[in-house]
């Protein structure tokens, strides 16, 4: 059984609260090894930067995919990431970087998956009269969303709820499920 933290890389595209949630929580299980994102101006890359935690911040536009991808598999495994955390990243990684980092992906989405895989799950789940919404952590394969779930958290939908509200108490719950998964998944 190896003793060192496993070396974790999140990947973001905006605030990043799911990042801090990972980055509160370090320690013996993982460490945080690279902050990256798609998106320069990314509010949870300054946050990252003013924590201390090694960044790169890289956009598509301009250069294409396939060398934007090349890029970033180069600054992973340049930080020695061993593991990629997907914290509101909004792009779709290409079949061959999936490919690379075979069952080493996860990603946190916003629903009791399957149910509601894509965007505005807390909308959708509200628009179907369920009873509750949540969260799902899953490992990335090609399909969107689609991998398997290694931890969920059900939220109940209240009288009277919206999207927002909904998406609010939700994200409480992120908060506590992305680190406690990934503890779980990296020892495993
Ligand atoms: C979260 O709701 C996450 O489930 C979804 O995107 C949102 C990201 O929020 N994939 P944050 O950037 O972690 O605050």
Redesign the pocket.
Known sequence: MSTSPAKVAVL????????QALAGEQGEAYRIVLVASDRPEAA?LTWAREHGLESFALSPKGIGKAAYEEALDSALRDAGAEWIA?????RLLSDAFVARWRGRII????SLLPKYKGLDTHARAIAAGDAAGG?SVHVVTEELDGGEVLGRAEVPILPGETPDSL?AR??VE?HRLYPATLKAFVRS
Not at 86 to 90: D, F, S, T
């Open positions: 973001i595209s905006g605030r990043g609260s799911n990042m949870g997907l914290a509101g990243y909004m990603n946190i989405h916003p969260c998406a939700v994200l992120e």
